[in-house]
């Protein structure tokens, strides 16, 4: 086979971990740290493929596109924007955690 | 087996990740890139994924496919740049029969388009570039 990029499981962990120990900053307000990560066209269009966004505790995953960096944030989401959160699809109107990894991704268009 | 990898698809490597005594039929099919994409010259394309979410969808498509055609399913999708004429997604079925083969085949790899998140950008011959969408 072909070199493995990718371990199937694994580097997830890891992550998860590492944000674990960021969630500390969470304040007494009630607000909440995501990390919010991009790719292809989204990542081009941030110009950034990560970013770490504050919300109000309890906000939906849909809430995330509106903090992102600019220029993303002044344009109205893409209708097909979807939502992942922890390496699982999850509905727009999913509720965030504090130290949660939210993906905001296009259609894909492999094969 | 479900991968994603950085350099050529080894096909028989794919074919035989699918062998198995019982099964007497394999289809196999590779997505390669084309010279030319709406009349203009390609001279390569690029892939890139969101990793952990392509990774456990692939396992989901083969999975879903196993199961409803009795198959075995292998899934290797190429990220990075693939130059024109090379493949870039493969999947190989084996079932009892060939009908299960070809529809297990045909539909992960219909499903893999549909939802694993994988994208492609067209590098053109001219010097543009363009994300595709998906549908």
Redo the contacts between chains.
Sequence with gaps: MGRRVVAASGTGGAQRVALGRESGEADDAGRISVAVRLFAELRERAGVDRARVTLPDGSPASAVWAALPSPLAGQAPPRSLAFAINHAWAHPATPLHDGDEVVLLLPGSGG | ??????????VA??ISAVADPEHGGTALFL?TTRRETERRAVRGLE??????????EM?AVAREAERRHGARLAI????GTVPAGEA??GVAASSRHRDGAFAAAREA?DE??A???????NVYADGGRE?????
């Design positions: 087996m479900i991968r994603l990898v950085s350099g050529p698809i080894d490597g794919l997505g892939y890139e994924a969101y990793e952990e979410l392509a990774v456990s396992e290797v999708h190429r990220l870039t997604v790899i893999l388009k939802r694993v998140p994988i994208w492609k950008l994300w595709s969408r998906g549908s």
